[in-house]
Nanobody, 127 residues
Framework: QVQLVESGGRLVQAGGSLRLSCAASGRTFDTLTMGWFRQAPGKEREFVAS???????FYLDSVKARFTISRDNAKNTVFLQMNSLKPEDAAVYYC?????????????????????WGQGTQVTVSS
């Protein structure tokens, strides 16, 4: 069992930056693929970014030039650095972990590719 706790969400002006954190416990963190998803009101939860145990990353196209996912295995934490925030980035951001290795990395862009989820942290972007 993996427990995930997100933090760092808050109100920020458009063009600003935020860094989200997700602390993991309960399993060997460095064997997990970690992902960030987001869900805006009335919309489906969508993939934002993922990072494999080896550090390989993948991003939603609309955030690729602005967001950076990283991990600190010594601290069992994954981060999402978000720069140049736009109002359309406003959402609840969720951290997720995947224990299964998929050779087809597209699985890590899907909700079903992940085993455990955090409770989410709210990001609000004012225009």
């Amino acid at each position: 069992q993996v427990q995930l706790v997100e933090s760092g969400g808050r109100l920020v002006q458009a063009g600003g930056s935020l860094r989200l954190s997700c602390a993991a416990s309960g399993r060997t963190f460095d064997t997990l693929t970690m992902g960030w998803f987001r869900q805006a009101p009335g919309k489906e939860r969508e993939f934002v970014a993922s990072i494999s145990w080896s550090g390989g990353t993948f991003y939603l196209d609309s955030v690729k030039a602005r967001f950076t996912i990283s991990r600190d295995n010594a601290k069992n934490t994954v981060f999402l650095q978000m720069n140049s925030l736009k109002p359309e980035d406003a959402a609840v951001y969720y951290c997720a972990s995947a224990q299964t290795f998929y050779s087809d990395t597209s699985y890590y862009t899907r909700r079903g590719g992940y085993d455990h989820w955090g409770q989410g942290t709210q990001v609000t972007v004012s225009s």
